[in-house]
């Protein structure tokens, strides 16, 4: 009798969200859709588990080998890491991301979409291997140098998650980035209830691109010309009309939501907020609302950085991996407060952000690591204490 008891005991199945669960959900989107050739008996799912726990704690391959006991050597990483092919990683890079996206979009529904630019800055030189995807930019971070990616971005409540990451490449135009941003939306079965840019997209060829495809977009207006200028000054929500400059110059459709500071950032009085919309009817305070969601983006972004292996390669195609996996890891924690954390309740199904915070999840990951691979038992001196 007392053995019922006990096996129903250890057999009886945990609820709780287990390190290694995590840990396996991230490696698996890599393992599944990229191919490392090796021989030996090292694994492509080794190596990729290795660059996971990088991610996870900020740390460089160098750094990684310092601290776990079974981890492929340093070397051995470099050598089978620079197998990647970079056509491979722009293939693969939306399939890798939207691993578990399954969880949290579903095909046919329509959301909310973010285009935008974010740079990783580079300290070291410029030769003929990266020379096409270093670009110069605004003094940031003491440099003017970066490498920089084109992310496709769900902005929808809940749902925030990375779809697409390319790598910028000179020579390639805004609407290529854009074109190559929809035909994924397209080909995951997603509709776009609004395309949200920022004002690196106020261009004539953007705006005659989306009205061409028949997209809804939303972009902030630029106020560099007195026109604009005297179009955004008035007390009440409107829609106006702006002609832009130039030859064939496109009239624009401008929706003007007006809000009142109240002191907020030093401003008082009516603030006159325009927007450049297209095949969209909305009213203009929804436009601002919406267009709002997008600065979620910028919350990615952080989180982003928190799970970015540390590199001072100048090789764009690993530092192209690693930007890849730095979003990787958000979005699956998204999938798993999705799958675990969201509340059994009338009305909209909504996640607790609360119950597995993103700095327990990098923790479980880390856990997880070092569980597998083991921590070094000891460091060798250079001294004894005298």
Same mark, same amino acid.
């Given at each position: 009798?007392? %053995?019922?008891?006990?096996? #129903? *005991? ?9 390190? #290694? ?14 191919? $490392? @050739? ?12 290795? &660059? ?19 981890? @492929? ?21 939306? *399939? $890798?991301?939207?691993?578990? *996206? ?7 529904? /329509?959301?909310?979409? *973010?285009?935008?630019?974010? +740079? ?9 291997? +990266? ?12 440099? +003017? ?18 779809? /697409? ?5 000179? !020579? ?15 080909? %995951? !079965? ?30 902030? &207006? ?17 829609? /106006? ?12 459709? $401008? ?13 008082? !009085? ?5 927007? &450049? ?29 928190? &799970? #970015? ?5 100048? +090789? ?11 979003? %990787? ?33 990098? =923790?479980?990951?880390?856990? /997880? ?8 038992? !000891?460091?060798?001196? =250079?001294?004894?204490?005298?």
């Amino acid at each position: 009798m007392s %053995l019922t008891k006990k096996t #129903k *005991a250890t057999c009886r199945k945990s609820n709780d969200l287990k390190p #290694k669960e995590c840990c396996v959900h991230v490696t698996a989107a890599l393992d599944q859709h990229l191919t $490392i @050739p090796i021989q030996g008996n090292l694994t492509q799912t080794e190596v990729f588990g290795t &660059v996971v726990g990088m991610a996870a704690m900020n740390q460089s391959i160098h750094s990684i080998t310092g601290v776990l006991e079974h981890v @492929p050597c340093e070397t051995s990483l470099r050598y089978h890491l620079k197998k990647l092919d970079m056509d491979e990683l722009e293939e693969k890079n939306t *399939a $890798i991301l939207t691993h578990m *996206a399954d969880r949290v979009l579903k095909p046919g529904n /329509a959301y909310q979409f *973010a285009i935008d630019y974010t +740079n990783d800055p580079y300290y070291g030189k410029t030769t003929d291997e +990266n020379e096409s995807y270093i670009l110069r930019s605004k003094r940031k971070q003491s440099t +003017n140098e970066f490498y920089s990616y084109v992310t496709l971005y769900v902005t929808t409540r809940d749902r925030q998650l990375t779809l /697409a990451v390319y790598p910028v490449q000179q !020579g390639i135009s805004k609407i290529g980035y854009i074109a190559r941003c929809l035909d994924q939306i397209t080909e %995951l !079965g997603l509709t776009i209830e609004v395309l949200c840019l920022d004002r690196e997209f106020y261009t004539k060829k953007v705006f005659g691109f989306l009205n061409q495809v028949q997209v809804p977009f939303i972009v902030p &207006v630029k106020k560099q010309s007195n026109r604009m200028k005297e179009l955004l000054k008035g007390t009440k929500s409107r829609y /106006a009309e702006y002609r832009m400059s130039g030859r064939s110059p496109p009239t624009l459709t $401008i929706a003007i939501a007006v809000k009142y500071a109240m002191g907020k950032r030093g401003k008082h !009085g009516a603030e006159n907020l325009g927007y &450049v919309v297209g095949n969209l009817d909305w009213h203009p305070l929804r436009v601002h609302r919406i267009y709002r969601s997008r600065f979620s983006i910028e919350s990615s972004y952080r989180m982003r950085n928190q &799970v #970015k292996p540390r590199t001072s390669t100048r +090789n764009p195609v690993l530092r192209y991996l690693y930007a890849i996996i730095s979003f %990787l890891l958000k979005n699956i924690w998204i999938a798993l407060l999705w799958m675990y954390f969201s509340p059994v309740k009338q009305g909209p199904r909504t996640i607790d952000r609360r119950a597995f915070r993103f700095d327990g999840f990098r =923790l479980m990951i880390w856990e /997880a690591t070092r569980a597998l691979m083991g921590m070094v038992k !000891g460091i060798a001196v =250079l001294r004894q204490p005298g």
